[in-house]
């Protein structure tokens, strides 16, 4: 069946979600995905962060679908035609979508280990305000240890439903999930156990933001200070391909290796994850690329970098006298409208 997104028109079989369409064309109309993840069953329907607009349902009923409809949930029909980009309706939604999930979300990015990495912050930097306009509090939560692979920060969690998803299809006997419901639903497991069942520690690597994160690396470094690699050894439990985190020689952190979208290709074992620290566990293949806008490449060792020569006068250095005035905001009365 055919389906136009922006305008590209492409083929697909039926079943195919918007969200799968829209990543075959690939490019700027793939709408965000915070809770959808191609390799979990059933994911998806949570976020609405993939709000799309349906300007014409199908050859059959060209009538346009009148709210906003989640691409990752919503299958094509022969003749759909969906605006993504190029829609102000599905922009605006997402921008708001954004906004709500950054009521409860603390904006520790500074001290978060999946800065740099995070679904949110970057769904933020696209599609985020400069300001919020919520004064209430945000939601806060008791610690709870889950156990010695995994950190658990549930007032960073959005409840995307993926690392329960995990649990279910990947590991041997779930023992978390989200309890509660409304304002009071949070990951936590039933009731004060540890999750060390193999395969767990893959809920890091679904969790699109800090709120799962690898203790092991706790603090250790910013992901860009770190040179990724792929590399790969004989597991028996999994393919064995990751992508190991090196500062120096030391291997700070093994992941398993994601994809243009941050999903995993293929999920490794906790023993690679967490037991394979030294170089000689692993073969080296080379470095791992990634998108050209991530920040991951601040560090970017895979090409040569030009040497730069600043050429300063010392009056450029010095700034000019009003400009002195500006910073210094003496003068200058803080406005706080936008805040207002
Ligand atoms: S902990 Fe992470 S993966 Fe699990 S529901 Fe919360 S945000 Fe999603
Ligand atoms: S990605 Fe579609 S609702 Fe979350």
Not at 116 to 126: A, P, T
Request: charged share 30%; aromatic share 6%; hydrophobic share 30%.
């Amino acid at each position: 069946m055919k389906v136009t997104i922006d305008g590209q028109e492409i083929d697909v079989e039926p079943g195919t979600t918007i969200l799968q369409a829209a990543r075959m064309i690939g490019g700027e109309s793939v709408p965000p995905a915070m809770c959808y993840y191609s390799k979990l069953e059933g994911s998806g329907g949570k976020c609405r962060a993939c709000l799309v607009e349906v300007s014409k349902g199908s050859e059959a009923d060209p009538r346009p679908m009148p709210k906003m409809m989640p691409s990752c949930k919503t299958n094509v029909m022969d003749g759909m035609e969906v605006k993504s980009i190029t829609s102000e309706r599905a922009l605006d939604a997402r921008k708001a979508v954004t906004e709500f999930l950054l009521i409860n979300h603390p904006l520790d990015c500074p001290v978060c280990d999946q800065a740099g990495e995070c679904d949110l912050q970057n769904l933020s930097f696209e599609h985020g305000k400069g300001a919020s306009r919520y004064i209430e509090p945000k939601r806060t939560f008791a610690p709870e240890d889950i156990g010695d692979n995994i950190q658990l920060h549930m007032n960073r969690c959005i409840l995307c439903y993926r690392c329960v998803m995990v649990a279910d299809q990947l590991t041997d006997g779930r023992c978390h999930g989200v309890i509660n419901r409304g304002e009071h639903a949070q990951i936590s497991t039933y009731i004060k156990k540890a999750i060390t069942n193999d395969f767990s520690g893959n809920m890091i690597d679904v969790c699109p933001v800090g709120a799962l994160t690898d203790k092991t690396f706790r603090f250790k470094s910013r992901v860009w200070f770190n040179k990724p690699m792929n590399a790969y050894r004989d597991c028996d439990k999994c393919a064995g391909k990751v992508t190991l985190w090196m500062f120096g020689n030391e291997i700070q952190r093994v992941t398993g290796r994601k994809d243009e979208y941050h999903e995993v290709d293929e999920f490794i074992c906790n023993t690679c994850r967490f037991d394979k620290k030294e170089v000689n566990d692993w073969v080296i293949e080379g470095p791992r690329k990634f998108e050209k806008d991530s920040v991951i490449n601040q560090n970017n060792y895979t090409s040569v970098m030009e040497d730069v020569v600043i050429k300063t006068e010392k009056q450029i250095l010095l700034g000019r006298e009003q400009d002195r005035k500006k910073i210094s905001m003496k003068d200058i009365p803080l406005d706080n409208t936008e805040n207002k």
